[in-house]
């Protein structure tokens, strides 16, 4: 039995353990709690699932929640902690030994191990731990939630699904209805059942905020994202909670669709001006109607409500866009990102770009040669643009257009400017040119193309810029997405790939019978 006073490490050992390369404060200081009510310690643990992370039980055999702490001290999460005491690289944080070896500067890990030293958690972590590898929650504080409550959200994103999105279910189910072998309804209307990737029930909800009070007085940081956290009351129910315990110094980090700013009776600028430290990274992939196409649901006119609003009424907010960059808003984004500084809204690192891995055939990598050539000199004259407006001699005169240009100078505002806008464009041309291209790009968008009739859109209506590519459309690749072929989908798909001279010939699928 170790107690806070006869700790089970002492000074010395805990600092060769901080320096084993394993080591995570987040394993004892952190709460992450995904939309689909699964918790471990940080986003990026277990994300493929290699250390099955248990689903939490939200109830227990008698209808109560369990303590959050009794939940943080499951045996699956005493094993990483013990690996990780003893500098064993536990599968579980995969993600984080990739980057070690690969970009150790972008080590998720280290923002933790830097979050520590600045909230000097240190001591307390070594004094917490007890030999069971349990942690006392009495003398090591929860520092950072990063909690989702849900997947409720009112927009259908194309690179989205049920997964993160409410919206999505009825879409999803129709789509499922499609398949060759359609999955019982009882199956896939179960959330536990997920895994086998059907549809997401929306609304459902894990952990209450009740389970999470005990642990906010001393809270440090918390991050919410979604599902749209402006629209759950799970958020607002913190916010109060902190606003009510004298606790607005909290910092809180966001990542939002930037759609709307009120739910129902929630305003939720009324309670970000009570919060002196606050980051926003808004989900905008591009403007005007791209950005409608892309992100379904989201009227363009609102967002620039929006940006205004929040800019009058919150000037202490730190606002970041924050485009997923894929094939469609490859070209878009760099107009998206100038009309945004010219008018004043952001400054010209208050941009940084997520590059989008998945769905497949959205990710750039895939573009054809003639495409990533034009992108290539497009990015390349945007980058010289980025470092003008950077030293601030084309802004005011040049561009000033804006009710709100000037108001922002391109060297911020007096808080953290972003990130490197032009880092982040080199980055994504990297990708672009240097990830070897799936050769079956091109027929993998069925579901794109179901989605456009679902929807009455018209892709290339939309992106005229990729018309060259209208071809895609006929490919028949509904296999892809599991769904059954037919002869003439076969004949068709064959017969566009001989008139375009493309080499591939395929098979058609073994269980296909003939003539149907
Ligand atoms: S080591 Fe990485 S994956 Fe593991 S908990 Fe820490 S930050 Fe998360």
């Excluded at 086998?196 to 609304?203: A, T």
């Excluded at 980025?386 to 060297?411: H, L, V």
């Excluded at 069925?446 to 992106?463: A, G, M, P, T, V």
Aim: glycine share 6%; net charge negative; hydrophobic share 30%.
């Amino acid at each position: 039995m170790t107690t806070d006073t006869d700790p089970l490490y002492t000074k010395e050992e805990w600092k060769e353990i901080e320096k084993n390369g394993a080591y995570c404060p987040a394993l004892f200081t952190s709460l992450y709690l995904n939309p689909q009510s699964r918790m471990s310690s940080c986003c990026v643990m277990d994300e493929n699932n290699n250390g099955n992370l248990p689903f939490i039980p939200v109830k227990d055999e008698n209808g109560e929640e369990p303590k959050l702490s009794d939940l943080l001290n499951q045996d699956y999460f005493k094993k990483v902690r013990k690996d990780a005491l003893q500098g064993i690289k536990n599968p579980a944080c995969t993600h984080c030994w990739k980057q070690q070896e690969n970009f150790p500067d972008k080590e998720y890990r280290r923002g933790f191990i830097t979050k520590s030293r600045e909230f000097k958690t240190s001591d307390e972590i070594r004094r917490s731990i007890r030999e069971d590898m349990s942690v006392d929650y009495s003398i090591a504080k929860l520092e950072h939630m990063d909690v989702r409550f849900s997947t409720l959200c009112n927009l259908r994103c194309r690179s989205c699904s049920g997964a993160f999105s409410s919206s999505w279910y009825k879409e999803e189910v129709e789509f499922y209805k499609l398949h060759h072998n359609p999955v019982p309804r009882e199956v896939w209307s179960k959330p536990e059942n997920f895994e086998h990737g059907q549809p997401f029930l929306p609304g459902n909800h894990s952990l209450s905020v009740e389970s999470l009070k005990p642990h906010l007085p001393c809270i440090k940081r918390i991050y919410f994202a979604g599902g749209e956290p402006t629209m759950m009351k799970e958020h607002y129910e913190i916010l109060q909670f902190l606003i009510d315990n004298d606790r607005t110094d909290v910092m809180l980090t966001y990542n939002i669709n930037f759609s709307q700013l009120t739910s129902g009776k929630y305003d939720v600028i009324e309670y970000w001006k009570k919060f002196p430290n606050i980051q926003i990274g808004a989900s905008l992939d591009g403007s005007h109607e791209k950005a409608e196409y892309i992100r379904k649901g989201l009227v363009w006119s609102e967002v620039e409500k929006n940006i205004i609003r929040l800019r009058k009424e919150c000037p202490h907010v730190g606002f970041y866009l924050s485009p997923t960059t894929g094939i469609m808003n490859a070209y878009n984004i760099v107009d998206f990102h100038k009309e945004w500084v010219r008018k004043g809204y952001i400054n010209v690192d208050e941009f940084m770009i997520n590059i989008l891995y998945g769905p497949e055939y959205y990710n750039v990598k895939n573009l054809p040669l003639h495409h990533k050539e034009k992108l290539t000199v497009l990015y390349d004259e945007h980058i010289k643009w980025i470092d003008e407006t950077r030293k601030g001699t084309n802004f005011s005169e040049e561009f000033g257009e804006g009710d709100y240009a000037g108001t922002y100078p391109s060297d911020g505002r007096g808080h953290t400017t972003w990130g490197n806008s032009a880092v982040d464009f080199e980055n994504l041309k990297n990708v672009m040119n240097n990830t070897p291209q799936n050769p079956e790009w091109d027929r993998l968008y069925w579901k794109h193309f179901w989605l456009d009739e679902s929807r009455k859109e018209d892709f290339f209506e939309i992106f005229p810029e990729y018309e060259d590519l209208r071809y895609i459309k006929g490919l028949g690749c509904k296999s892809f997405h599991g769904v059954q072929e037919t002869w003439v989908d076969i004949y068709m798909d064959h017969l566009i790939r001989l008139s375009r001279g493309l080499d591939r010939y395929r098979e058609p699928p073994e269980e296909i019978e003939i003539g149907s």
